[in-house]
């Protein structure tokens, strides 16, 4: 973390995190309820169209930057534009190699920070995809490829509506230290 404030000549500095989700036609069935006794049923599609929505959050501040689309240079381009003025994000990622890519493309206002490899669950932005599709995203059977795109951007927009949301699900005391004293 030293280095990188060094890097950033005093800067103030956000910790972001960031992932992607495929949201499509073959969808996940997530947990309902039921009457005891009775198995609840959910519509599944065998079809094969999907999305990928790309989201970051910074749980300290609330802030989050998505996109519903497959390029992740366009997704680091969303993220510097969140990043507040005149401060530098550390963006902490998985080691999908489009992330870790050398052609990729990184705003000045970013540095990437991979998480050790197959450590998913160091990512609250797993959690975020988790109560999307818990809540707005699963057991349903979507009519069309425009369709899927419209459920995930109604579903990150309700997400960033709700900044305490983000906050709650996010924040990681191993990043931001306890926070009760």
């Known amino acids: 973390m030293e280095t990188i404030a060094a890097q950033t000549g005093g800067k103030p500095i956000e910790i972001w995190f960031t992932d992607e989700a495929r949201i499509g036609q073959k969808n996940k069935i997530t947990r309902r309820w039921a009457k005891r006794g009775t198995r609840p049923c959910a519509p599944h599609d065998q079809r094969t169209a999907s999305a990928y929505i790309f989201g970051a959050i910074c749980p300290a501040e ?3 930057a998505g996109l519903v689309l497959p390029a992740m240079a366009l997704h680091l381009e969303e993220i510097a534009t969140a990043v507040a003025p005149g401060a530098h994000a550390i963006l902490v990622l998985d080691q999908a190699g489009w992330h870790v890519s050398k052609t990729l493309p990184v705003p000045p ?10 450590s998913p669950e160091l990512n609250p932005v797993e959690n975020i995809w988790q109560f999307m599709r818990d809540n707005w995203l ?3 059977v979507f009519s069309s ?3 899927i795109l419209d459920h995930c951007c109604f579903a990150w927009n309700k997400l960033i509506d709700q900044p305490w949301k983000i906050i709650s699900i996010g ?3 191993w990043v931001y230290g306890s926070s009760s004293t």
Do not use: M
């Open 109 to 118: 206002n970013i540095t990437l920070v991979p998480l050790p490899a197959k």
């Open 62 to 64: 609330g802030k989050s």
């Open 145 to 147: 490829y425009e369709d």
């Open 171 to 173: 924040t990681r005391e």
């Open 138 to 140: 699963s057991n349903r």
